[in-house]
């Protein structure tokens, strides 16, 4: 496994120790928000905005990656979320963490660079498992953190979330310094007029602009990428108020639920890293889809703890297939010149199914959390639905058995 080597073997430890952070924090944003006043729709809006500068952030970053470099990006970016964390702990009201969460958002412009640098490293044979490894191994961190989070929480209350985000700042530091140190760039890097500029960003803003010209698959998993993040939204960003205020559970024990999903899904990953680049990618992300519907469809008819578990552990091992094969997709059927642009407009499009999925799941689930959670379930199963015949085709229940699928 030499591809393991460079830039791949970089990132799976830089992101491993951007975990630590993570597992410390992720889980528990929508109830710090809930603790510094925020209700269910301001959460959802606060979502919404994040998303939103995402978005509006990743669509010149994909174009500069593929201008300035790889490494470039992810350097400057990667200092910018380190400020952001000390801010975080910082913050004495909603509204103030609302102001931060939108300035952080804005610094992951250099998302598509991350996804370039590991798509240019890996060689094509390996893009899906590799994809898959290198989102779950650094995930470690999830298996035992986010239960610390939750107690820190439990017992300190906001001053819990505060000491977590300044270990995140100083964590996120430790990640800017060796990602200097250790990153190799994968393209050749040109200087920008800065007169072309403005120009530039403009034109990026415009991400719908060239998609016709990629073939079917590309277009359908772009699009996939919208459908499936504003379905996410109820759960990822409520379900810790779900949990806590609803089924009444405690924030640690919303914690060791965050861990056993994370468990599941890196055992599921390792097996399956080295056989999915092996089955047809229609096939995969179809099975992918049909997990995280089932997943949030458990919680959507079930209103019990063991509910929610099984649909934190079933949805999380259909994302992180879905996403794997997402990105392989567009790793083999995009040239290299052009990934970073294709990335851009793929998690564009994410981060618009966040906006959307922050409004309208936000407001939903003020009405009625299971009525969120079902409607999820048929949105990301009616997205499945143009793969469907390829997955019966590959198991000779459709068609011509012998036909190419994608």
């Known amino acids: 496994m030499s591809w393991l080597r460079g830039n791949v073997g970089v990132m799976i430890i830089s992101w491993f120790l951007f975990a630590i952070s993570s597992a410390l924090t992720f889980p528990y944003l929508s109830m710090y928000m809930h603790l510094l006043g925020a209700s269910d729709v301001d959460i959802g809006v606060a979502t919404a905005l994040g998303s939103l500068a995402n978005m509006l952030a990743v669509l010149p970053g994909g174009v500069l990656t593929d201008v300035i470099g790889r490494r470039r990006?992810?350097?400057?970016?990667?200092?910018?979320?380190?400020?952001?964390?000390?801010?975080?702990?910082?913050v004495t009201d909603w509204r103030m963490f609302v102001a931060v969460y939108v300035v952080d958002s804005a610094?992951?412009?250099?998302?598509?660079?991350?996804?370039?640098?590991?798509?240019?490293?890996?060689?094509?044979?390996?893009r899906g498992g590799g994809m898959m490894l290198t989102a779950i191994l650094p995930q470690v961190p999830w298996l035992f953190l986010p239960p610390v989070g939750g107690y820190l929480l439990d017992v300190m209350g906001p001053a819990g979330m505060r000491i977590s985000f300044l270990i995140s700042g100083a964590v996120s530091a430790a990640v800017a310094l060796f990602r200097m140190r250790a990153l190799?760039?994968?393209?050749?890097?040109?200087?920008?007029?800065?007169?072309?500029?403005?120009?530039?960003?403009?034109?990026?803003?415009?991400?719908?602009?060239?998609?016709?010209?990629?073939?079917?698959?590309?277009?359908?998993?772009?699009?996939?990428?919208?459908?499936?993040?504003?379905?996410?939204?109820p759960l990822q960003r409520f379900g810790v108020l779900y949990a806590t205020e609803v089924l009444g559970l405690d924030n640690a024990a919303w914690g060791a639920i965050q861990s056993a999903a994370t468990g599941i899904a890196m055992a599921f990953g390792l097996v399956m890293t080295p056989v999915i680049d092996r089955a047809p990618r229609a096939t995969a992300m179809f099975?992918?889809?049909?997990?995280?519907?089932?997943?949030?469809?458990?919680?959507?008819?079930w209103r019990h703890k063991v509910a929610v578990a099984l649909a934190a552990l079933t949805s999380?091992?259909?994302?992180?297939?879905?996403?794997?094969?997402?990105?392989a997709v567009i790793g083999d059927r995009v040239a290299q010149t052009s990934r970073g642009r294709a990335m851009g407009a793929s998690l564009a499009l994410e981060y618009l199914g966040?906006?959307?999925?922050?409004?309208?799941?936000?407001?939903?689930?003020?009405?009625?959390?299971?009525?969120?959670?079902l409607l999820s379930a048929l949105a990301v199963f009616a997205s499945s639905l143009y793969l469907a015949p390829y997955f019966l085709r590959d198991l000779g229940l459709w068609g011509e058995g012998d036909r190419s699928v994608p």
């Open 287 to 301: 099975s992918g889809l049909m997990l995280t519907a089932a997943g949030f469809m458990t919680a959507g008819l």
């Open 73 to 90: 990006s992810i350097i400057i970016g990667t200092w910018g979320i380190t400020a952001t964390q000390f801010l975080y702990a910082a």
């Open 354 to 373: 966040s906006v959307v999925g922050g409004l309208v799941g936000g407001y939903l689930y003020s009405i009625s959390p299971n009525l969120s959670f």
């Open 316 to 327: 999380g091992v259909g994302s992180e297939m879905v996403v794997a094969v997402r990105r």
């Open 107 to 126: 610094m992951h412009f250099y998302q598509p660079a991350l996804t370039a640098i590991l798509l240019d490293s890996l060689p094509p044979e390996r």
């Open 184 to 233: 190799r760039e994968t393209v050749p890097v040109r200087e920008i007029p800065p007169r072309d500029v403005p120009k530039m960003v403009a034109q990026s803003l415009a991400f719908w602009k060239g998609l016709g010209a990629l073939d079917g698959l590309v277009i359908y998993v772009l699009v996939l990428g919208l459908i499936v993040n504003a379905a996410a939204v």
